[in-house]
T-cell receptor, first 113, second 111 residues
Framework: SQQGEEDPQALSIQEGENATMNCSYK?????LQWYRQNSGRGLVHLIL?????REKHSGRLRVTLDTSKKSSSLLITASRAADTASYFC?????????????FGQGTRLTINP | DTGVSQDPRHKITKRGQNVTFRCDPI?????LYWYRQTLGQGPEFLTY????????KSRLLSDRFSAERPKGSFSTLEIQRTEQGDSAMYLC?????????FGSGTRLTVV
């Protein structure tokens, strides 16, 4: 079953604008990760934020984490057409020496040129 | 060895047929995972191998599904007696301990 909800399910903005996607989850976490998926392709890891971190940056990406509200957000600044993709948050459940990812339903982001 | 390879990329099969997918992980990664993704949804965990040992299986993995990783390198996922509900993208990923690398997936269509 899915871990939580992502909001919005779809987002369409103009190139150059900022895009914000939100993710809520249900259980306590060790870390939360964001992935991007281009249509019909595999997932690409974007950024990981640990449960003791509140904010993290990577290039044009900014991720926040609020463990009290069990929510995270991904901000993409100065969006480009190439950012068009689906974005998923994933929480991590530790299993027998490994990490199982539990994904949300994703946000489909469209950047209009 | 630049990434995780999956073969085939696409598979169309008739209901009731058996299909097998292959995943070649990054060679130094001893952990290998299979996920299934249906249209418009996020991926869902199916199973996990550490080396050749299958250590975790999801309830989603019915008796018709079997996965192997015989020498701790490549893995296969077989679906017997396919049903239309099996239509999905099957994703493989590998990792050292932390951090996944996903393959491009095998898209299965059962007609």
């Amino acid at each position: 079953s899915q871990q939580g909800e992502e909001d919005p399910q779809a987002l369409s903005i103009q190139e150059g604008e900022n895009a914000t996607m939100n993710c809520s989850y249900k259980t306590s976490i060790n870390n939360l990760q964001w992935y991007r998926q281009n249509s019909g392709r595999g997932l690409v890891h974007l950024i990981l934020i640990r449960s003791n971190e509140r904010e993290k940056h990577s290039g044009r990406l900014r991720v926040t984490l609020d463990t009290s509200k069990k929510s995270s957000s991904l901000l993409i600044t100065a969006s480009r057409a190439a950012d068009t993709a689906s974005y998923f948050c994933a929480t991590v459940i530790l299993i027998q020496g490994a990490q199982k990812l539990v994904f949300g339903q994703g946000t489909r982001l469209t950047i209009n040129p | 060895d630049t990434g995780v390879s999956q073969d085939p990329r696409h598979k169309i099969t008739k209901r009731g047929q058996n299909v097998t997918f292959r995943c070649d992980p990054i060679s130094e990664h001893n952990r290998l995972y299979w996920y299934r993704q249906t249209l418009g949804q996020g991926p869902e965990f199916l199973t996990y191998f550490q080396n050749e040992a299958q250590l975790e299986k999801s309830r989603l993995l019915s008796d018709r599904f079997s996965a192997e990783r015989p020498k701790g390198s490549f893995s296969t996922l077989e679906i017997q007696r396919t049903e239309q509900g099996d239509s999905a993208m099957y994703l493989c990923a590998s990792s050292p301990l932390v951090g996944y690398t996903f393959g491009s997936g095998t898209r299965l269509t059962v007609v």
